[in-house]
């Protein structure tokens, strides 16, 4: 099984950093053996275990494990600042680097996962510890969906429903001094192309790449075809939360949507944490997608 960073910061019932290990095997083949530990970067809304129970990224961290990698999963608030996750994150990542005797990492990181990372390996001393970076429907360029939901809250209202939330994400996912209405401006269009990547640039020497997902109709859709048709107009293809457009970084490597005559791939089947995607199978594509990491050197 693989190994887990779990509540370090954020945790309900801990207050120093602590890496949980949750057995070993031996792999089933090498193919995902990469030179330096992989490390999963989760998205907004939930964190490693949500609810205390169900695994963020599925079936997936065993996948890689019984093909080789050496994987760690580290957590952060649920709803935050993308500077406050950052810093959650970059104290895991230190603990990770201790353990392994690696001074450096491969990230992949899902939607929010993939900004947070982003702004710790450019700008809170990670740079040379960070050997690839990796985004799976990542909202680089922001969401109109960001945009919509803190549209329908009145101003009057923000402060109320943003602590609201964040007394929920404190009881439901153990988040600690979250913020939501943060978290929600962090991924409008306007802040991330204005603002935040003009200010968390790419690191050379850092290998960048980035796939993107869509949704084909609304089978695909399924609880995010609601978010998927109002996007259309906007961004156009997208994935129910991040447009083709928004998820393209670095070394972009396509559009993932499934067989042709499926519904295509939304943002959560992404990692397999929804009804499966037609001619998708989340484990196996996080397998290539390392296994390209291993035979590139990383």
């Known amino acids: 099984m693989y190994k887990r960073i779990v509540l370090f910061m954020i945790a309900v019932f801990f207050t120093m950093p602590a890496v949980v290990f949750a057995g070993g095997s031996s792999s089933a083949s090498s193919s995902c053996a990469t030179r330096y530990p992989v490390v999963l970067a989760h998205g907004m809304a939930a964190q490693a275990e949500i609810l205390g129970f169900i695994d963020y990224w599925s079936d997936i961290p065993d996948e890689l494990e019984d093909n080789g990698a050496d994987v760690y999963i580290t957590s952060v608030n649920a709803m935050d600042s993308t500077v406050n996750k950052a810093a959650q994150w970059r104290a895991q990542v230190l603990q990770i680097m201790a353990i392994t005797g690696k001074n450096k990492i491969n990230v992949i990181g899902h939607s929010h996962g993939t900004l947070y990372t982003r702004y710790a390996i450019s700008n809170l001393g990670l740079a040379s510890n960070v050997v690839s970076h990796t985004s799976i429907a990542g909202p680089h360029r922001g969401s109109v969906i960001a945009e919509m939901a803190l549209g329908i809250i009145p101003n009057f209202m923000e402060s109320f429903v943003g602590d609201l939330v964040d007394v929920v994400m404190g009881f439901v996912m153990g988040d600690e001094n979250g913020n939501t209405i943060a978290n929600g401006y962090d991924l409008v269009r306007s802040y991330m192309i204005n603002v935040f990547n003009p200010n968390t640039p790419n690191v050379s020497g850092i290998y960048y790449q980035s796939y993107a997902y869509r949704i084909r109709n609304l089978l695909g859709g399924g609880i995010l075809g609601v978010t998927w048709l109002a996007m259309l107009p906007f961004e156009g293809a997208n994935d129910g939360l991040v447009s083709v457009t928004s998820a393209k970084w670095g070394n972009f490597k396509g559009v993932i949507a499934g067989s042709w005559w499926g519904g295509g791939v939304n ?17 196996d594509f996080f397998v290539d997608v390392v296994a390209d990491l291993k035979n590139r050197g990383y």
């Open 267 to 283: 943002h959560t089947a992404a990692v397999g944490r929804s009804l499966p995607a037609i001619g998708y199978n989340a484990p």
